[in-house]
């Protein structure tokens, strides 16, 4: 049996019809990317390369990984930064090929080629995938947290940074000791007011360095906010396989998603932008609408299925929203519990979403792993779930379903599914969040509920809302699968 060639830009004649550009100008790095993961590279990576085919521009992209992992890198590199995307709709699988990718970068190996170009003036963007945890926030404040030991290694060492607030810093310091304009800084993570949130953080950095290059950040430098969204989970073998039987070659490094993308950004690049409508992208004024009912819509219920799931013992999501109760139980917490707290332009059809959203959870191809969503709880439950929780009881409304999912993740951190079965828990706040977990369920919602990084004291101290907490935690006692058959739909 003869190997397969790789993939590699010197095969491109016989990918033609895999190309999103069958012709193609070789771009100049425009874009800086930090956090290389799947995610970016089936979105904004696919969003530019569709730019650059109907409007040109320099704006190819340099990944960079921050956990030294260098074997994604040189993965990569290998193939001369292409990979496939593995599209999988319940009508098939459709494979593209994407060249926007034109180098990959491993930190701390590779800082000083980094640092080379956030300091080229061509680079006009620095987007960011890095996870709730790669912001290093203070959750009371807002501002970067101090206690991170990152930060404290980054204050302390300011040229050799490895945080993210500490990177962005030192390279927005160099521009503005050479003259040249800032890039502007585009958060791509499932945050609430990403744009915003990132600015605190780096200008609060900034500030323990010094007052004046805070000030200077924060006058100078742009941060717009983004609602990204698409379903992208983890490579596995069928992916790699899919690939090599379409494409005919090897690709080590394929990233499968749904057909479904959505991007939606605020407006305001300084120094320019692809040409991101050409995509799809909608462009506008204020993101926050779109980003609070994502958010709250689909990773709030995503969280949910995912911690329910986790103790039923459902894998992956089109399995656990084909429990008809589950269903149903999700569909009415969107319904009744999510929509109205909502505030959205009236060409926005929230109901329309909510089906929308159930329907791509039922793809039966995608086989999103549950386990992979319910990671970083401590990071994800604030903006997704209480959020909204707090919206409702401000508002004097009921959170029985929203109880039973933050509920739900206390239950999961017991690390086994109602049968006993073991899972580890990831988490940066794990060994914490796991130390002391009473069987009582008074008890584990009062412990839970004393964690200050997840739960704001003034939430916390709130009958209307420890109540439903603790029925909550009753009721999954008695197993998961019971609770989400006996929940009223
Ligand atoms: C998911 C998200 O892993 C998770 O926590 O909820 O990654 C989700 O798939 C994306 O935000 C969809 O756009």
Redesign the pocket.
Known sequence: MTANPTLSRAAFPSLTEHLISPTWREPAIGIVHLGIGN?HRAHEAVYTEEAMRSAGGDWGICGVTLQGDVSKRDALMAQDGLYSVVERGPEGVRVTVVRALKEVLAMPHDRTRLFALLADRNVRIVSLTVTEKGYCRDPQTGDVDLNHEGVRQDLARPDEPSTVPGILCAALRLRRDAGTPPFTVLSCD?LSHNGAALKRVVCSFARALSTELGTWIETQVAFPSTM?????PATTDSDRDAARNILGMDDAAPVPCEPFRQWVIEDHFPTGRPDWEQAGAQLVDDVMPFELA?LRM??GT??TL?YLSMLAGFETIDEAIAHPQLKALIRAMMTHEIAPTLDVPASFDLLAYRDALLARYANPALK?RTA??A?DGSQ?IPPRLLATIEARLNAGQSIERLALAVAAWFVFLRGHTDDGTRYAISDPLAARLTATLPDDPEQLVNTMLAIKEVFPPELACRQDFRRPLTNAAMLLQRGARQAIDTERH
Do not use: E, P, T, W
Not at 228 to 232: L, Y
């Open positions: 995610f499932n990204v969204d698409r379903i992208v994502k689909l990773n995503h969280s995912a999103h992979q969503i990671m994800k």
